[in-house]
């Protein structure tokens, strides 16, 4: 579903140009897990951004379900990233005076839900990372875990086709990591593409594809049976 | 509407954020809009038209008959009683009546202590030509001399504690008037027929007494009264109707353009005359200004209250140009929301939705703000300049555009940095 074409991105300051990816091929299939590893500056969070159309690119093409994402206006990029995209950050980037359930809503309401539709998802993405009894807490009062828990929540509320993950554990202790871990393995399970940055070893064993960026490239791509494939 | 409410919250949660920059916002905002205001409202009842029907069929003639000789001098701006008859000895005008004001003493009778009052002197015509409401009684009956006056509404309270008192018997400086009118409120703003003695800001005279009488009772103007020769100063009054004193004002009503031709040429021909008969030494110089014009023909004062608006405008300026900063600020350091609303899938319609609502919150705060100090504001310009405190009442119209105003510069303070905010990178501040 994700095809990526020569895919060629530069930054441009006025001192320098940085080539943090450099004419890249990437086919990811429905379904897939992979995991995304490769040195501090190697371009992973560039990739993941441009994935997630929150960032443009300089050359090559970038097909989502075989249309082309090049040349669509803010509103169909908008509403692209509304109805296929969930993103989980590192920082899980909550609305700190914001309630868990309110947190979760944002999405909803970008896509004009309407308030019953809007409350029936918020509840079933909060019963599956289990913090139902939680929705009226502030972010402030979770834990670490719970936060990322509820990122999630907000990023699958939409039932996006695809997750994208940039270090979702990288602020959590080992614990509440594996967590996490397991809650996106069964959200996998359930059919949705995640690609996961990640400088965990073991969690890129887990995953059922490793991809490794070095220097803009990717250089190995190691080819798994698809997670869900695995296990069907 | 459910989702207008739901902009409203987030507004209000992010105002919440950080309380004292926004109020400090609202605050400078609401400072150069309330001086502005005050001034604006000050600007515009002085720049109004208080008889829009008649502004350009009311005329003000002047001529420079005076005995010397003078290159490029204006006319003088008040007449001498002779002139006048000069004037008047025209049909053209369908309506006509000199006038003065004077300073008095009024009582209902000799054990009273006196009320000081402001007199107007004029003719029959004064009251039809400057749409006088009459409350009980009637106007004069001819232009004559006789000792009957009209009294303001209030004047009438006051003297009387009514208003129906036609037929009432009082005392002006000690001589017995009855009264055959009283007036309804009435208050031309400005009060264009006394703009020559710049005089025009301050409110309705309260006793309205004929022209003829006044010089028979040697009453002077309390405005504006010049001579142009050597008369000796104590004799002027007494010599009023032959003498040299000039201190008329004279109003002549011509509704059609031929009327105006007419008159004008009827001016020129008196001043030739007047030149054959050796009493106008110098060029001739014939003013006929319409009382739409008047102020700005007299304008002494307009530079100093156009100053005064150039620097509240530029003091606005500022305020907003402060108070767009202070925003931006608040913007910035709420940047990363815009981008993580980006990522969950706003568009960029969708944010300026929300920022109509904040803007719509800025204006409401401000416009209370800015309301309270433009109230303050006038009340303190009354105090410092009583004589203007005619001008410091709001009207619909005005209220409107200083709506409009504060929604525009809301607008503006958040319009920048809103756009700035929405359209910054979004990679970067998700990351931190
Ligand atoms: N907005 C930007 N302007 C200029 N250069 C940038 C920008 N964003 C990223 N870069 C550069 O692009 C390269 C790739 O950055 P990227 O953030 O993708 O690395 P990363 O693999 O995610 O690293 P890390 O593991 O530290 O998160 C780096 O050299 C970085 O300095
Ligand atoms: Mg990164």
């Known amino acids: 579903m994700i095809k990526l074409t020569n895919l060629t991105k530069i930054f441009r300051t006025e001192l320098i140009e940085t080539h943090a990816l450099r004419e890249v091929n990437l086919q990811v299939n429905e379904g897939e897990f992979a995991a995304l590893t490769g040195p501090s500056g190697s371009g992973k969070s560039t990739l993941l951004n441009i994935l997630g159309t929150l960032e443009n690119f300089d050359a090559g093409d970038y097909q989502l379900d075989g249309k082309s994402v090049k040349g669509l206006s803010d509103a169909a990029l908008s509403r692209l990233r509304n109805e296929k995209i969930g993103f989980i950050f590192q920082s899980f980037n909550l609305i700190k005076d914001f309630s868990i359930f309110d947190n979760i809503e944002l999405p909803l309401r970008y896509r004009g839900l309407k308030a019953a539709q809007r409350k029936q998802r918020i509840e079933q993405a909060l019963e599956l990372v289990g913090l139902h009894a939680r929705r009226d807490y502030l972010p402030g009062q979770l834990s670490g875990g719970q936060q990322q828990r509820v990122a999630i929540a907000r990023a699958i509320a939409g039932t996006p086709r695809i997750l994208l993950a940039d270090e979702p554990t990288g602020n959590l202790d080992s614990l509440m990591a594996r967590q996490v871990m397991e809650l996106l393995e069964q959200i996998n399970q359930q059919g949705c593409t995640i690609l996961m940055v990640t400088h965990d070893p073991d969690q890129a064993r887990r995953a059922g594809r490793h991809i490794q960026i070095i220097d803009g490239q990717l250089s190995d791509t190691m080819l798994y049976e698809p997670f869900a494939a695995q296990s069907a | ?432």
């Open chain 2, 1 to 432: 509407m459910e989702q207008f409410l739901y902009y409203i919250k987030v507004s209000l949660v992010s105002i919440k954020r950080a309380p004292l920059p926004y109020a400090l916002t609202i605050f400078i905002l609401s400072v150069g809009l309330g001086v502005f205001f005050a001034n604006a409202t000050f600007y515009y009842q002085l720049n109004s038209d208080p008889l829009p029907a008649k502004s350009n069929k009311l005329f003000f003639p002047m001529m420079l008959i005076t005995p010397y000789d003078c290159n490029d001098c204006r006319p003088p701006r008040v007449l001498s009683y002779a002139n006048v008859q000069k004037l008047a000895n025209s049909d053209i005008p369908s309506a006509k009546a000199a006038m003065y004001s004077a300073d008095g003493y009024a009582r209902l009778s000799s054990s009273q202590p006196p009320t000081p009052v402001v007199i107007r002197i004029t003719q029959r015509d004064f009251f039809a030509m400057f749409d006088v409401p009459l409350l009980h009684g009637s106007f004069w009956a001819d232009d004559g001399g006789r000792f009957e006056i009209l009294l303001s509404r209030a004047m009438a309270l006051k003297l009387f504690g009514r208003t129906d008192v036609v037929g009432e018997q009082m005392l002006l400086d000690d001589k017995h008037f009855s009264v055959i009118g009283v007036l309804n409120h009435w208050q031309m703003l400005p009060r264009l027929y006394d703009a020559n003695g710049r005089n025009h800001l301050s409110p309705t005279e309260d006793i309205f007494l004929p022209l003829e009488t006044g010089y028979d009772l040697h009453y002077l103007s309390k405005t504006n009264s010049q001579t142009f020769d050597s008369t000796d100063y104590r004799k002027l009054s007494t010599e009023g109707r032959t003498g040299a004193l000039h201190q008329l004002q004279y109003w002549v009503q011509l509704d059609t353009e031929t009327q105006q031709q007419a008159y004008r040429q009827f001016m020129l021909n008196l001043a030739n005359d007047e030149k054959a008969a050796g009493r106008h030494p110098a060029p001739i110089n014939n003013q006929l200004t319409a009382m739409r014009d008047i102020v700005s023909y007299f304008g002494d004062e307009s530079g100093d209250i156009q100053a005064f608006a150039l620097v509240t405008l530029l003091f606005l300026l500022v305020c907003l140009f402060n108070a767009s900063h202070l925003s931006l600020n608040r913007y910035l350091s709420n940047q990363y929301e815009f981008s993580l609303r980006r990522a969950l899938g706003a568009s960029r319609a969708q944010l300026q939705l929300q920022m109509l609502a904040d803007v719509l919150l800025m204006a409401l705060f401000t416009i209370v703000g800015a309301l309270l100090t433009g109230y303050v504001g006038i009340k303190l310009m009354n105090h410092l300049l009583p004589g203007n405190s005619l001008f410091s009442s709001w009207d619909i119209p005005l209220l409107l555009s200083l709506l409009t105003i504060t929604l525009v510069c809301s607008y503006l303070v958040t319009l920048y940095p809103s756009l700035r905010a929405s359209f910054g990178t979004l990679n970067q501040q998700l990351k931190e």
